[in-house]
């Protein structure tokens, strides 16, 4: 049973003891305990998407931040009550992928209005959502599917030269989340921050090409880049 009174510790208790708590009793101090314990990995994941579009400031990071929160708290906080821990730090996972899901979506529909039909040119940014989000994504099988056939047109877009480097660093970056000077960092990688950027901005723009439903040449039966 969890202790609804505010002179709990709730710094000393684990994050499932914490999260019942906010669930299941509303209990002020062990909010404040979950945005104090959570909020740099939301913020975290938030800069960088906000990174990633040239939009990472200050106030555009808290307003996402927060939106998180909400998002959270929706239903009842529906979203914590039905989450079940497979490991310890499993809600870290969960809240970045919440926060990824915001900022991503909350982008998506800047970058819609201004290009109005230019729906593909995001898809492929959109991808790292679905590959991070599992059951909120594509299904499984489709997903799959989508993430081979970019892998293939990734190889046959790319020199021999540096197939294997070109492939690493794509999917570092859209699969792992990792920016451009920590791909740069790897040994191994050959390239500078400049250099990783030039790349995934030359594989994206081949991939997409390749795969776009109006190149005839592209793969046929891809799932939509809307459904992502």
Request: charged fraction near 30%.
């Amino acid at each position: 049973m969890i202790e609804s009174t505010t002179r709990v510790d709730w710094t000393d208790r684990s994050s499932e003891e914490l999260i019942a708590a906010c669930v299941a009793t509303d209990t002020p101090a062990a909010w404040e305990e979950f945005v104090r314990r959570f909020h740099p990995v939301i913020a975290g994941t938030v800069w960088r998407v906000a990174r990633r579009f040239g939009r990472n400031t200050p106030e555009t990071v808290d307003d996402l931040v927060q939106e998180t929160f909400l998002k959270i708290c929706v239903n009842r906080c529906r979203m914590l009550r039905e989450f079940q821990a497979q490991t310890p730090d499993a809600i870290f996972g969960l809240l970045k992928t919440v926060a990824f899901h915001v900022a991503q979506d909350h982008f998506r529909i800047s970058l819609a209005a201004k290009r109005g039909a230019g729906k593909w040119d995001s898809a492929l940014d959109l991808y790292a959502a679905s590959a991070v989000a599992g059951r909120e994504g594509l299904p499984e099988a489709e997903r799959e599917l989508f993430l081979r056939e970019i892998d293939e047109q990734l190889t046959a877009s790319s020199e021999p030269a540096t197939r294997e480097r070109d492939r690493r660093i794509f999917w570092l970056f859209y699969r792992h989340g990792m920016t451009s000077r920590a791909i740069a960092a790897i040994p191994g990688v050959g390239l500078a921050e400049k250099g990783v950027e030039s790349a995934i901005q030359r594989l994206t723009k081949r991939v997409r090409l390749r795969l776009s439903p109006s190149n005839p040449k592209g793969s046929k039966g891809n799932p939509s880049p809307t459904s992502f």
